[in-house]
T-cell receptor
Framework: KAGVTQTPRYLIKTRGQQVTLSCSPI?????VSWYQQTPGQGLQFLFE???????NKGNFPGRFSGRQFSNSRSEMNVSTLELGDSALYLC????????????????FGPGTRLTVL | QKEVEQDPGPLSVPEGAIVSLNCTYS??????FMWYRQYSRKGPELLMY????GNKEDGRFTAQVDKSSKYISLFIRDSQPSDSATYLC????????????FGTGTQLKVEL
């Protein structure tokens, strides 16, 4: 079974631009979560989508947004990029469900490394 | 103060040593506890998952959760150079869906 794929793997943008990152979950998984990883803050939860609906949201500004399509693929968008948005953006997929069950493991993709100049 | 605190290391041990990795947390609503391993330039992979307090063993890995102390641990027995990675603790509450709160990670190096 193919794992979680993220595209692109690397991205360089300048301040003020916007960016869209893509995540394809494992086949059959309906939940997709996004995380930002930086050396100083570690992994921080951005949002989770389940069946095309945002189910959870972290404490990030409105410049960070996302969506999920009917095939469970997800995109996240960052508008008006700032230098501090430079990070590894990780996507994780799972079967979904209201509770974290022993079988509802989150599988992470390799991430997209975003550099803002 | 962060909800989850984790010693960043780096931690360097000789091959064969027993490694102890720890996290403390402040949110008493956390009920699900995980340990992830992350190699350089890779995404995290789940090592251990426990619910509420207690111990769980899987091969060379043992996870312990003490909810009364808000303290979790991961023990690695007979450590190998291939265990060299960053270890992240993560946790969530019952109503949080798949929202995980992570520690900042401990960098481990197992030397020959």
């Amino acid at each position: 079974k193919a794992g979680v794929t993220q595209t692109p793997r690397y991205l360089i943008k300048t301040r003020g631009q916007q960016v869209t990152l893509s995540c394809s979950p494992i086949s059959g998984h309906r939940s997709v979560s996004w995380y930002q990883q930086t050396p100083g803050q570690g992994l921080q939860f951005l949002f989770e989508y389940f069946s095309e609906t945002q189910r959870n949201k972290g404490n990030f500004p409105g410049r960070f947004s996302g969506r999920q399509f009917s095939n469970s693929r997800s995109e996240m968008n960052v508008s008006t990029l700032e230098l501090g948005d430079s990070a590894l953006y990780l996507c994780a997929s799972s079967l979904g469900g209201r509770r974290l069950l022993s079988t509802d493991t989150q599988y992470f993709g390799p991430g997209t490394r975003l550099t803002v100049l | 103060q962060k909800e989850v605190e984790q010693d960043p290391g780096p931690l360097s041990v000789p091959e064969g040593a027993i490694v102890s990795l720890n996290c403390t947390y402040s949110n008493s609503a956390f009920q699900y506890f995980m340990w992830y391993r992350q190699y350089s330039r890779k995404g995290p992979e789940l090592l251990m998952y426990t619910y509420s307090s207690g111990n769980k063993e899987d091969g060379r890995f043992t996870a312990q959760v003490d909810k009364s102390s808000k303290y979790i641990s991961l023990f690695i027995r007979d450590s190998q150079p291939s265990d060299s990675a960053t270890y992240l603790c993560a946790m969530s509450d019952a109503g949080g869906g798949n929202k995980l709160t992570f520690g900042t990670g401990t960098q481990l190096k197992v030397e020959l």
